[in-house]
């Protein structure tokens, strides 16, 4: 009895320390890793989540810190890695943080972290110089032929190299794939005209599209996108490419469920705020809510359908 009494008491004791370790938090800024570089619409995403919420939840501050390199892995990493106490959480993007699992490269699983949710979408592209010769997928095609076509993706097991590999297959073309640092470097080389061709995501690309900077030739979805409905899809041009990116939030596993909770409602309570829905509909950003729940199974198959494609043809 005396046994089960200090027992009791000292689960108790370790309740109510866990209650008031959440009463207190947050005592300090909360790090956002985000797995890229600066100016890119992850990064976006993550600062417009960050003003929203220092707006709306008094006693929170965000930082930001930018981790580009390797497809988002080096980043990926450092959240899987980061001290579970809640004080870093860090973005996620797909299919780039559950290839870097099925290549064998990563140093963490999905287990490392706790899915907190989605955020946006993001359509694939395929994007030429404004000046450019290539007017579609065809000519595209036809392009590439010679075997010395220069396409930049966003690293290697990213959404835009699989959707690359994608289109050499069907077309019976091989590009010359360059692999940038991140859609910032892409931007630059379509810009530069430092490359034929770059396979993208829509929001990091329409601005430029719109104002005449540049060109993209296809959108890579079933149906065109509706807040760029001129742009023809890769399949209505003969080619059936799809691919789209999601980008969510991560917490590094482990953390005292009591501050867990607050951050997970305070992404959904975000997520619905009309601020914020304002202005990432002003950055182009498409928004695709997700529960933590439902993410981590959205991650869970992805991972299992793109261990297939690596299967067949590992990169």
């Given at each position: 009895?005396?046994?089960?009494?200090?027992?009791?008491?000292?689960?108790?004791?370790?309740?109510?320390?866990?209650?008031?370790?959440?009463?207190?938090?947050?005592?300090?800024?909360?790090?956002?890793?985000?797995?890229?570089?600066?100016?890119?619409?992850?990064?976006?995403?993550?600062?417009?989540?960050?003003?929203?919420?220092?707006?709306?939840?008094?006693?929170?501050?965000?930082?930001?810190?930018?981790?580009?390199?390797?497809?988002?892995?080096?980043?990926?990493?450092?959240?899987?890695?980061?001290?579970?106490?809640?004080?870093?959480?860090?973005?996620?993007?797909?299919?780039?943080?559950?290839?870097?699992?099925?290549?064998?490269?990563a140093d963490y699983t999905l287990d490392s972290f706790h899915i907190m949710g989605n955020v946006a979408q993001d359509a694939g592209i395929v994007a030429v110089p404004k000046d450019s010769a290539i007017q579609s997928m065809a000519g595209l095609a036809e392009a590439a032929k010679g075997g010395d076509l220069t396409v930049s993706v966003n690293g290697i097991g990213s959404d835009d190299f699989l959707?690359?590999?994608?289109?050499?297959?069907?077309?019976?073309?091989?590009?010359?794939?360059?692999?940038?640092?991140?859609?910032?470097?892409?931007?630059?080389?379509?810009?530069?005209?430092?490359?034929?061709?770059?396979?993208?995501?829509?929001?990091?690309?329409?601005?430029?599209?719109?104002?005449?900077?540049?060109?993209?030739?296809?959108?890579?979805?079933?149906?065109?996108?509706?807040?760029?409905?001129?742009?023809?899809?890769?399949?209505?041009?003969?080619?059936?490419?799809?691919?789209?990116?999601?980008?969510?939030?991560?917490?590094?596993?482990?953390?005292?469920?009591?501050?867990?909770?607050?951050?997970?409602?305070?992404?959904?309570?975000?997520?619905?705020?009309?601020?914020?829905?304002?202005?990432?509909?002003?950055?182009?950003?498409?928004?695709?809510?997700?529960?933590?729940?439902?993410?981590?199974?959205?991650?869970?198959?992805?991972?299992?359908?793109?261990?297939?494609?690596?299967?067949?043809?590992?990169?």
């Open positions: 009895m005396i046994r089960k009494l200090i027992a009791a008491g000292l689960a108790g004791t370790m309740l109510v320390g866990t209650a008031a370790f959440a009463a207190d938090y947050p005592d300090q800024a909360v790090t956002i890793i985000v797995p890229s570089k600066a100016g890119g619409s992850t990064d976006t995403t993550a600062r417009i989540f960050a003003e929203v919420a220092e707006s709306k939840y008094e006693g929170f501050e965000f930082v930001i810190n930018n981790m580009g390199g390797s497809g988002g892995q080096k980043g990926f990493e450092a959240i899987a890695r980061a001290e579970a106490d809640g004080y870093t959480i860090g973005m996620n993007f797909t299919p780039q943080m559950v290839a870097h699992v099925v290549s064998g490269r959707a690359a590999k994608a289109f050499e297959k069907q077309a019976g073309v091989t590009f010359n794939l360059l692999p940038t640092k991140g859609s910032t470097e892409q931007k630059a080389g379509i810009l530069g005209g430092h490359v034929d061709a770059a396979f993208m995501n829509l929001s990091q690309m329409i601005a430029q599209h719109n104002a005449g900077d540049a060109r993209i030739i296809a959108i890579l979805t079933e149906a065109r996108d509706a807040s760029a409905d001129q742009i023809p899809t890769a399949k209505e041009q003969g080619f059936e490419v799809y691919m789209s990116a999601t980008r969510g939030f991560v917490a590094p596993a482990g953390i005292d469920a009591g501050i867990q909770s607050k951050l997970d409602a305070m992404l959904a309570d975000v997520l619905a705020d009309p601020a914020f829905k304002k202005k990432t509909a002003a950055s182009k950003i498409a928004l695709l809510p997700m529960s933590g729940p439902d993410y981590t199974a959205y991650l869970q198959q992805l991972q299992a359908e793109t261990q297939e494609v690596y299967d067949a043809a590992p990169w």
